[in-house]
């Protein structure tokens, strides 16, 4: 079935449709949920926001463009208005220092899917968040400084943090090893 | 390293619980529960029906009635009825100098002093309505009709329309919906005021592709929310006998939205002035005074009630059908909106609450002056209230062609308005 024909299915507001679309990409938005939420239930609620949102703003989708890039796109604004709610984005410099994890991976090229969500899960909240919308979402420091009202020096430090905890959990496993 | 995460990470697809559909299928059939405009639409759908069946249950009840004939000069049996009641009704011309002309119509003030007889005095009549077709024209008579009658009628009968011939036979016949009992026959002129509870509901769309809109578009639309408006306007109009009419006058609706925006994480500062009293052992004491300031993280509650401030010119075409003890008026037309006035808070394009129209600073200003053309459509119920005037309300809705929004913003705007109005109507 393609997209255009689950699409016009959903706006009909048909229940079948709409299982049609969540099996089809539920996978792929999980995993942008996941990025964000470390904890599978914070996770879970992202992605059933997500998909609330994606199916009462889906007219607003105009065929041009990819499908799933409007759909990631829809979940990643849900689940940032999500972590401003929870109050976590500007507790990052707290939390920053707070956790204190251990990863294990051998090298780099050896890292599968699940190991970087679990070093991305590893990043403090502000780190991750900063991260995740600069390299993975593709925002500039200008719209993360908008969205999270930080400024965009905050925003480039973040991400320079974010980066090197990042290298120091492969460059220590790798020692280790 | 950014390159490789984004590679693999793209595609990928996590596991999904399977418990994630059932609890996002039931947070869908609460959502679509929630949905208020079904409900308005339900609502109104039930008005409609039911005065379709007060239409309905009335028009064949009379279809029903058999013409009652009644004798001469026999007695009454009308019961109390608290003011004098009008019967109009037709007399067959038979004979004299105005043979050209078919029916005559006249007044009957029926005298309701009590149970029993009614003495029925028929009026002098300087008009006669010559009836050809749908064509009426009136023309003087000299003839004198005055005469003493006496009807019997029972209060099923009263709406009826008499037809009394020269030989004094009493029958009747359908009732005209122009001469009910609740709309005389000559007051064609009418003016009306009405005033009206609605709800506006919010259409945004994106004027302007670019995927940053679809962002701006999304998160306007989480924090703005219709609210109870009102409408309120003074018309006047013209009756056709057919029960065609037209209207016009001037109309002033608000549209009502609240903005509601919670911004987290917000520092406050806050000044603590501490003061401490030591007490030395000579009784003297040292008042010391200390001065900080601390930051206080919390959310700020941004609330706005929006608005928008509309004079219209409503032009309005109806037709009203009349019943025996109610009447429905099927309206509908264009309104022309004049002037529109606008003020309140939204998101900016940077997604910032700001303050626009007159309670902003002038840089941001995405609404139109003027909105141009909407349109209505509403079913009337009417009533008997008082003499020439008519009690009624009317389940309506409006719809706005045009974005409310200029054309360089990214969004359009556009308004469904349901609600229900009620209203005074004057026959002059």
Request: charged share 20%.
């Amino acid at each position: 079935m393609s997209d255009r024909e689950i699409i016009l299915g959903c706006l009909q507001n048909d229940r079948n449709y709409q299982k049609v679309l969540f099996d089809k990409y539920s996978g792929i938005l999980m995993t942008v949920c996941r990025r964000y939420f470390p904890d599978n239930a914070l996770a879970e609620d992202a992605l059933q926001d997500g998909f609330i949102r994606i199916f009462q703003s889906l007219q607003q989708f105009n065929f041009q463009g990819s499908f799933e890039g409007w759909l990631k796109k829809v979940v990643v604004n849900v689940a940032l208005r999500k972590i401003q709610t929870e109050r976590k984005v500007r507790d990052w410099m707290e939390l920053s220092t707070a956790e204190n994890k251990e990863f294990h991976c051998t090298s780099i090229d050896k890292l599968q899917e699940e190991d970087i969500l679990t070093m991305i899960s590893f990043l403090p909240v502000g780190y991750r968040t900063v991260f995740n919308m600069y390299v993975m979402d593709g925002f500039s420091h200008k719209e993360i400084s908008d969205t999270l009202s930080i400024t965009e020096s905050t925003s480039r430090s973040q991400l320079v943090k974010a980066r090197q905890m990042l290298q120091k959990m492969i460059t220590e496993t790798n020692e280790s090893d | 390293m950014d390159q490789f995460f984004k590679d693999k990470l793209d595609h990928y697809q996590s596991k999904v619980p399977q418990s994630a559909w059932q609890g996002l299928e039931a947070r869908l059939v609460e959502e679509q529960g929630k949905s208020k405009p079904y409900l308005w639409i339900i609502l109104i759908a039930l008005v409609l029906l039911t005065l379709g069946y007060l239409f309905y249950a009335d028009f064949f009840a009379e279809k029903e009635k058999e013409p009652v004939e009644l004798e001469n000069n026999a007695i009454a049996s009308i019961p109390a009825i608290p003011k004098s009641y009008q019967v109009n009704y037709q007399n067959k011309v038979e004979n004299g100098s105005e043979s050209m002309l078919d029916l005559i119509d006249e007044s009957l003030p029926l005298n309701r002093s009590g149970i029993g007889r009614s003495n029925v005095n028929a009026m002098e009549t300087n008009t006669i309505h010559y009836v050809a077709s749908d064509f009426y024209e009136s023309i003087s008579v000299t003839e004198n009709l005055k005469s003493d009658r006496s009807i019997t009628a029972s209060p099923e009968i009263l709406p009826y329309k008499a037809n009394i011939d020269r030989n004094r036979d009493l029958k009747l016949t359908w009732p005209d919906i122009n001469n009910h009992c609740y709309s005389k026959p000559n007051h064609y002129f009418f003016a009306e005021l009405n005033a009206g509870v609605d709800f506006p509901f919010q259409k945004l769309g994106i004027q302007h592709f670019a995927s940053e809109n679809q962002q701006y578009l999304t998160e306007r639309a989480g924090t703005e929310f219709g609210t109870v408006s009102y409408n309120l306007n003074l018309l006047a109009g013209y009756m056709h006998p057919t029960g065609l009419l037209a209207k016009t006058g001037i109309q002033y609706a608000q549209l009502n939205e609240k903005f509601y925006f919670v911004k987290q994480s917000m520092i406050k500062i806050q000044t603590q002035i501490t003061i401490d009293t030591m007490f030395k052992e000579d009784g003297s004491y040292i008042i010391h005074r200390d001065t900080t300031t601390i930051e206080v993280m919390g959310e700020e509650k941004l609330t706005t009630n929006n608005r928008f401030s509309m004079v219209d010119v409503p032009l309005i075409l109806g037709y009203r059908y009349a019943g025996s003890n109610f009447g429905l008026e099927f309206n509908a037309g264009l309104i022309f909106n004049v002037m529109n006035y606008s003020s309140g808070r939204i998101f900016d394009e940077k997604i910032e609450p700001t303050y626009y129209g007159a309670d902003g600073n002038g840089y941001f200003s995405p609404f139109k002056t003027r909105v141009g053309l909407s349109f209505y459509a509403g079913v009337r119920y009417m009533t008997g209230f008082y003499g020439s005037t008519q009690f009624y309300i009317e389940p309506n809705l409006r719809y706005y062609f045009n974005s409310f929004s200029n054309s360089d913003y990214p969004l359009s705007q556009k308004y469904l308005v349901m609600g229900i109005s009620s209203g005074m109507k004057y026959f002059f």
